[in-house]
């Protein structure tokens, strides 16, 4: 059984940082390419970014490239996102994802991290 457990949230204030870590058990860390989303009160859930399976690769969406970072270490089964930089609008929670394709459908999720930007 393949479990995700995401960790690193909490208050910021806007300009500051925060780095989120998720931590995967249950299979071959490795084998899984993944991705942080988030959701804000009354929005849907959004990809923020994603990271290939060496970690050679990572993709953003707009609203955080240049301030947010995705890596992975596959010897610790751990997916990190540093957020720099943040913003009120990045307040949200934190979901970490794996699937074993890409493209592919997210077949794991964490249970989220609550991140707040206060002004």
């Known amino acids: 059984q393949v479990q995700l457990v995401e960790s690193g949230g909490g208050l910021v204030q806007a300009g500051g940082s925060l780095r989120l870590s998720c931590v995967v058990s249950?299979?071959?860390?490795?084998?899984?390419?993944m991705a942080w989303f988030r959701q804000a009160p009354g929005k849907e859930r959004e990809q923020v970014g994603s990271?290939?399976?060496?970690?050679?690769?990572?993709f953003y969406e707009d609203p955080v490239k240049g301030r947010f970072t995705i890596s992975r270490d596959n010897d610790k089964n751990t997916v990190y996102l540093q957020m720099n930089l943040l913003e009120p609008e990045d307040t949200a929670i934190y979901y970490c994802?794996?699937?074993?394709?890409?493209?592919?459908?997210?077949?794991?999720w964490g249970q989220g991290t609550q991140v707040t930007v206060s002004t």
């Open positions: 249950g299979d071959t860390f490795s084998k899984y390419w």
């Open positions: 994802a794996g699937r074993l394709t890409n493209p592919g459908t997210y077949q794991y």
């Open positions: 990271i290939g399976w060496s970690g050679y690769n990572s």
